[in-house]
């Protein structure tokens, strides 16, 4: 089925481009949200306007979330876990434990499906990318260690105070 967007989708494309999508997809996601219309020649002739208004409102949406962006690029978040001897975690820590966290540092609130990462399982230090739009997006950094061992980077007196430790699931 193809289908011109009207609004940026994540991994499928940006308004205004017309793509190929499955037809279950297109019939029973894109086009009830208002996401998609169907690619007819009357639909064809408004891809221009939709792309300018759509260019627009980014740029609008990227002013207000670079604010975010700036705040939280390059931010690291330790969580301290039972391990074994090989560096498997007995648990694991989640998106939405991450989101929390970096809530209780910065106040900034994300979903957990705004956090590009599968549920970390081992020791060791990560990168989060963190889509705040689809031009935008910062990177967290993200260490595990081992309960009762020292983080490996040291952190400032007054956030470690405050830092509560994330306890693995």
Do not use: C, W
């Amino acid at each position: 089925m193809r289908v011109l967007l009207l609004k940026d989708v994540y991994k499928v494309g940006r308004a205004g481009d017309v793509k190929r999508v499955a037809d279950g997809y297109g019939r029973n996601f894109l086009l009830p949200q208002g996401l998609a219309v169907l690619a007819t020649p009357g639909a064809l002739k408004q891809v221009e306007h939709i792309r300018a208004k759509a260019n627009e409102q980014r740029a609008i949406l990227n002013k207000e979330m670079d604010v975010i962006a700036k705040k939280i690029d390059g931010m690291t978040l330790t969580f301290s876990a039972k391990a074994s001897e090989t560096g498997k975690l007995y648990g694991s820590f989640t998106p939405q434990m991450i989101a929390d966290k970096l809530k209780a540092k910065t106040t900034v609130e994300l979903t957990r499906r705004q956090l590009d990462i599968q549920p970390l399982r081992t020791l060791g230090t990560f990168k989060v990318a963190a889509r705040l739009t689809v031009d935008l997006i910062p990177h967290i950094t993200v260490i595990v260690y081992r309960e009762g061992e020292t983080p490996p980077v040291e952190e400032k007196a007054g956030e470690a105070a405050s830092e509560a430790e994330a306890p693995a699931a």
